[in-house]
């Protein structure tokens, strides 16, 4: 049973460029939720995905968006990239309807804007 | 809004003694409480949970017990190793489906031979 894989492992990219980084689920699992870890720090959420639309957002501007695709697989793009942006992005899934709501995280992205 | 609060670390230990990282929360209603742990260059895994109210959440020789007259969920341990070794996260997800993750800052354990 594969977990939930993202890719690519590392990006480097520079100040105001565009970026788009991508999920693939757990089998079975029909919501991403993507989070960014800065260095040191705990994961903050971004924003959920489930049937295709965004369902809850943090606190995050815009600059940040994504999709999900029929298959549940998701993406995150981040454009105007600034140096801040520099982190781990992790991606999590979950099953919309299990009632702990335990999230599955895959390895993780680490982006460094320079 | 929703919070969580871990202690501070890093925390260094001798391999065999006891481990106790402390975490606590605020929130409304019945939220599900969990423990995640990162060990150095990967993703976060699931380490325990605990759903309701006095649940005692257990794995791999940790435990942590909900809390909530004291709004804690505690992580315990009692004989580590040096494999503990990684960053640890407290997190909270409110009562309903596909509520989002709120985590504390992570508490950074070593483990010395």
């Known amino acids: 049973d594969a977990g939930v894989t993202q890719s690519p492992t590392h990006l480097i990219k520079t100040r105001g460029q565009q970026v788009t980084l991508r999920c693939s689920p757990k089998?079975?699992?029909?919501?991403v939720s993507w989070y960014q870890q800065a260095l040191g720090q705990g994961p903050q959420f971004i924003f959920q995905?489930?049937?295709?639309?965004?369902?809850q957002r943090g606190n995050f501007p815009d600059r940040f968006s994504g999709h999900q695709f029929p298959n549940y697989s998701s993406e995150l793009n981040v454009n105007a990239l600034l140096l801040g942006d520099s982190a781990l992005y992790l991606c999590a899934s979950s099953l919309r309807f299990e009632t702990t709501y335990e999230q599955y995280f895959g390895p993780g992205t680490r982006l460094t804007v320079t | 809004g929703n919070s969580v609060t871990q202690m501070e670390g890093p925390v260094t230990l001798s391999e065999e003694a006891f481990l106790t990282i402390n975490c606590t929360y605020t929130?409304?209603?019945?939220?599900?409480l969990f423990w995640y742990v990162q060990y150095p260059g990967e993703g976060l895994q699931l380490l325990l949970k605990a759903t309701k109210a006095d649940d005692k959440g257990s794995n791999k020789g940790f435990e942590a017990t909900y809390r909530k007259e004291t709004t804690s969920f505690h992580l315990e341990k009692g004989s580590v190793q040096v494999s503990d070794s990684a960053v640890y996260f407290c997190a909270l997800s409110p009562s309903g489906p596909n509520q989002k993750v709120t985590f504390g800052t992570g508490t950074k354990l070593q483990v010395i031979p």
């Open positions: 995905y489930y049937e295709e639309e965004e369902r």
């Open positions: 929130a409304t209603g019945y939220p599900s």
């Open positions: 089998s079975g699992h029909d919501t």
